[in-house]
C-alpha cells in the first residue's frame, strides 16, 4: 500500500512518511530531490522522533496524541525548522484494538499544500486498515465477534483476550491497568482448565474486587482466547474472607503501603498463605516454613518477625554453616533464643546429624522459650536426626513456588526494583514484560525472578522495563515458544485426571465432566499421547 502511494506521489512535490506509536519515522518515500534534501535537514528523516513532548506541534506526534487526523501548516510547527512545511498525519489504528499502531503523514513545502492531502491521506489509511483486518488472524477476528456479540446485551465491563492482545469496553477500560492483561490471562488459564465457563472473584491492580465471568473462544478445534464480564463488587459483599493483614501494594511500582510491613501477593495462594499466617501469629508457636529454594521463606520469617517483635532484634542463624563450628553455632543458638526477639533457624533440615541431639535438648530445655521461633526446611522429609528437631515446630506453613502464582509477579516486582532503586524513581515493567515473565515456570523461585530483575533494571538504565531488557533465555516469547498457559493448565488437568484414574480415558472423561470424544479431541491438539493411556 505504501508502495502504491509511493508511485503516485513519484516526481510531485509531497513526500509520505511512517512513522510507528512512538513517533519514529520508519520510512520515508517520494517528494523530489530538492524536498528530500530540505526534510533531511529538518531531521524529518528515519530514526528521528517527532513526539508532540518533544517536538511540540507536528503532524506527526500531534496526530498520535489527538487520536484523529492533523494538519499542521507553516508556522502552526513548534520548532522552527519545521514551519517551511506543511504536514498532515493520520493515526494508523488497528481494526480489531482499536491501538494505534502508527502514523501515516504526508508531508510537502508550504507553498506546495494543497486541499487534496487530507482525502490522499484518509483514503489511504482506510485501505491500510482494512488490510490490516483482512491480515488479523482468524483468532483475532473470532475473539472481536464475539466481543461485540456479547457487549452490545450488557451493561457491564467486557473483555476480550489472549496473551497477545486486548480488546475493551469502556466500562472495562476504566477498570483495568497495563497489567491486568497478565493477571485476567492467568487466571482464566488456571480457573478455566476443564472448563468451558467460570465466575469467582479476581482483584484487580488497582485493587478493585470485580466479579467475573469468564468463557472460552473458540471454534472447537482452536482456542481464539477468554472473554470475561466483569462488574465491580459491591461493598461489604464478599465470597471469600479477606486477609486481615493490609492489602498487597496493587498497583507496579505504586505501593500504597511501606514496603515490606505486607506480604506482597495477589493470588489465590498468597491470600491463603496470609491468612494462615495470621492464624501462626496469633498462635505464638515456634512455626516451621517449607518451600522450595528461593520461594521465599526467609522472607515470610522476617515478616512474622515484624508482626510478632518489630523493635526486638531477629537473628538468622543457618544450619548449612554450623558444620564449619558447631560449638559456636550451638552457643549463639543458647543465647539467642533466651532473649527476646526471633531467632531464624535457616534450612534447619541441613543441619548436621551429629548437631541434631543437641540442639534438640536445647529446645526442649524449659530454658529457651522466650524468643519467637521459626526455622525453614525444604519439608518436613525423612525420618531421621534433623525431621526430629522439625517435629519440635508444632505449626507449618507451606511457601509455595512462583509457578504457582504468577500473578504475584506483579506485586513482588515493583518490591524487588524499588531494592535495586533505592535512590532513584522505580522503573516499571511494561506490560508485554509482565507477560512474558508470568508465562515462565521459575524453578529458582523467588530467588531466580530476583536476578533476572536485577539485571534487567541495569540494562535498562532508568526507564521502563522492556523485553528487551530481560535476558535473553528469558525473552522468548511465551506464544511462540510454549503452551499458552491456559493450555497448560488443561494440559496438566487432563494428566491429573488420567493419572488418578490409573489411565482410563473414559474414567477421566467423566472425572472431568467432559464426553470421551472430547477428551480424545483434547488429547490430540495438547499433543498427549494417547497411546499410554488405556479405555
Ligand atoms: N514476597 C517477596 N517479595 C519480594 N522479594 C521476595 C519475596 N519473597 C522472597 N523474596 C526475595 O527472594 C529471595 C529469595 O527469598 P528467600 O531467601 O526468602 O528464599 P528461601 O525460600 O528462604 O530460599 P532458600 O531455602 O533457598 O534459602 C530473597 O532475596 C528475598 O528477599
Given at each position: 500500500m505504501i508502495d502504491r502511494l509511493a508511485e503516485q506521489l513519484m516526481g510531485g512535490p509531497a513526500t509520505i512518511i511512517l512513522a510507528d506509536s512512538e513517533a519514529q519515522i520508519l520510512d520515508r518515500r517520494a517528494g523530489g530531490r530538492e524536498l528530500s534534501k530540505a526534510l533531511d535537514k529538518a531531521m524529518v528523516a528515519p530514526g528521528f522522533r517527532y513526539a508532540e513532548e518533544y517536538t511540540g506541534t507536528n503532524g506527526i506526534g500531534s496526530a498520535l496524541e489527538e487520536r484523529k487526523p492533523f494538519l499542521v501548516q507553516g508556522g502552526e510547527h513548534f520548532r522552527e525548522n519545521l514551519q517551511e512545511f506543511a504536514c498532515i498525519g493520520s493515526p494508523l489504528m488497528h481494526p480489531i484494538t482499536g491501538a494505534v499502531e502508527g502514523v501515516l503523514d504526508v508531508t510537502c513545502r508550504f507553498d506546495d499544500s494543497n486541499v487534496l492531502m487530507k482525502p490522499l491521506v484518509l483514503s489511504a489509511v482506510r485501505e491500510i486498515e482494512s488490510r490490516m483486518y483482512a491480515d488479523a488472524s482468524l483468532r483475532e477476528r473470532m475473539l472481536l465477534e464475539h466481543f461485540l456479540r456479547v457487549s452490545r446485551k450488557t451493561t457491564s465491563a467486557v473483555v476480550s483476550l489472549n496473551q497477545d492482545f486486548i480488546i475493551t469496553n469502556t466500562a472495562a477500560s476504566k477498570l483495568l491497568d497495563p497489567s491486568d492483561q497478565a493477571l485476567l490471562w492467568d487466571w482464566t488459564s488456571r480457573m478455566l482448565a476443564?472448563?468451558?465457563?467460570?465466575?469467582?472473584?479476581?482483584?484487580?491492580?488497582?485493587?478493585?474486587?470485580?466479579?467475573?465471568?469468564?468463557?472460552?473462544?473458540?471454534?472447537?478445534?482452536?482456542?481464539?482466547?477468554?472473554?470475561?464480564?466483569?462488574?465491580?463488587?459491591?461493598?461489604?459483599?464478599?465470597?471469600?474472607?479477606?486477609?486481615?493483614?493490609?492489602?498487597?501494594?496493587?498497583?507496579?511500582?505504586?505501593?500504597?503501603?511501606?514496603?515490606?510491613?505486607?506480604?506482597?501477593?495477589?493470588?489465590?495462594?498468597?491470600?491463603?498463605?496470609?491468612?494462615?499466617?495470621?492464624?501462626?501469629?496469633?498462635?505464638?508457636?515456634?512455626?516451621?516454613?517449607?518451600?522450595?529454594?528461593?520461594?521465599?521463606?526467609?522472607?515470610?520469617?522476617?515478616?512474622?518477625?515484624?508482626?510478632?517483635?518489630?523493635?526486638?532484634?531477629?537473628?538468622?542463624?543457618?544450619?548449612?554453616?554450623?558444620?564449619?563450628?558447631?560449638?559456636?553455632?550451638?552457643?549463639?543458638?543458647?543465647?539467642?533464643?533466651?532473649?527476646?526477639?526471633?531467632?531464624?533457624?535457616?534450612?534447619?533440615?541441613?543441619?548436621?546429624?551429629?548437631?541434631?541431639?543437641?540442639?534438640?535438648?536445647?529446645?526442649?530445655?524449659?530454658?529457651?522459650?522466650?524468643?519467637?521461633?521459626?526455622?525453614?526446611?525444604?519439608?518436613?522429609?525423612?525420618?531421621?536426626?534433623?525431621?526430629?528437631?522439625?517435629?519440635?515446630?508444632?505449626?507449618?506453613?507451606?511457601?509455595?513456588?512462583?509457578?504457582?502464582?504468577?500473578?504475584?509477579?506483579?506485586?513482588?516486582?515493583?518490591?524487588?526494583?524499588?531494592?535495586?532503586?533505592?535512590?532513584?524513581?522505580?522503573?516499571?515493567?511494561q506490560p508485554a514484560t509482565l507477560q512474558t515473565l508470568t508465562a515462565l515456570d521459575w524453578p529458582g523461585n523467588i530467588r531466580e525472578l530476583e536476578t533476572v530483575l536485577t539485571s534487567a533494571v541495569l540494562r535498562s538504565m532508568g526507564s521502563d522495563i522492556a523485553q528487551a531488557h530481560l535476558p535473553p533465555e528469558y525473552r522468548s516469547s511465551p506464544t511462540r515458544h510454549r503452551l499458552a498457559s491456559l493450555e497448560r493448565a488443561e494440559r496438566d488437568t487432563i494428566l491429573q485426571a488420567l493419572a488418578d484414574t490409573g489411565g482410563n480415558k473414559l474414567a477421566a472423561a467423566e472425572r472431568l465432566g467432559i464426553a470421551r470424544s472430547t477428551l480424545y479431541r483434547k488429547l490430540r491438539a495438547l499433543g498427549i499421547d494417547d497411546n499410554r493411556f488405556s479405555g
Open positions: 476443564g472448563r468451558e465457563e467460570c465466575t469467582g472473584e479476581v482483584r484487580l491492580a488497582q485493587d478493585i474486587v470485580v466479579q467475573a465471568r469468564a468463557s472460552k473462544v473458540g471454534d472447537g478445534s482452536q482456542l481464539a482466547g477468554v472473554l470475561v464480564e466483569m462488574r465491580v463488587r459491591p461493598p461489604g459483599k464478599t465470597t471469600r474472607p479477606r486477609a486481615a493483614t493490609p492489602a498487597a501494594p496493587r498497583r507496579p511500582g505504586r505501593p500504597t503501603t511501606p514496603v515490606g510491613d505486607v506480604l506482597p501477593g495477589r493470588s489465590v495462594a498468597s491470600e491463603r498463605l496470609r491468612r494462615e499466617i495470621d492464624a501462626v501469629v496469633e498462635s505464638d508457636l515456634p512455626v516451621l516454613l517449607c518451600g522450595e529454594p528461593g520461594a521465599g521463606k526467609l522472607f515470610v520469617a522476617h515478616h512474622l518477625h515484624k508482626r510478632w517483635a518489630p523493635a526486638e532484634p531477629c537473628t538468622v542463624l543457618d544450619g548449612r554453616v554450623a558444620r564449619q563450628d558447631p560449638d559456636a553455632w550451638l552457643e549463639r543458638f543458647t543465647a539467642r533464643s533466651t532473649t527476646p526477639g526471633t531467632l531464624v533457624l535457616r534450612h534447619l533440615d541441613d543441619l548436621p546429624p551429629e548437631l541434631c541431639p543437641r540442639v534438640l535438648g536445647r529446645l526442649e530445655s524449659t530454658e529457651t522459650g522466650r524468643a519467637h521461633l521459626v526455622a525453614t526446611a525444604q519439608a518436613r522429609g525423612a525420618p531421621g536426626p534433623a525431621a526430629r528437631v522439625l517435629d519440635h515446630f508444632p505449626a507449618s506453613l507451606v511457601v509455595p513456588p512462583l509457578r504457582y502464582r504468577v500473578e504475584d509477579i506483579a506485586d513482588i516486582a515493583p518490591v524487588i526494583i524499588k531494592r535495586r532503586t533505592p535512590r532513584s524513581p522505580a522503573p516499571r515493567l
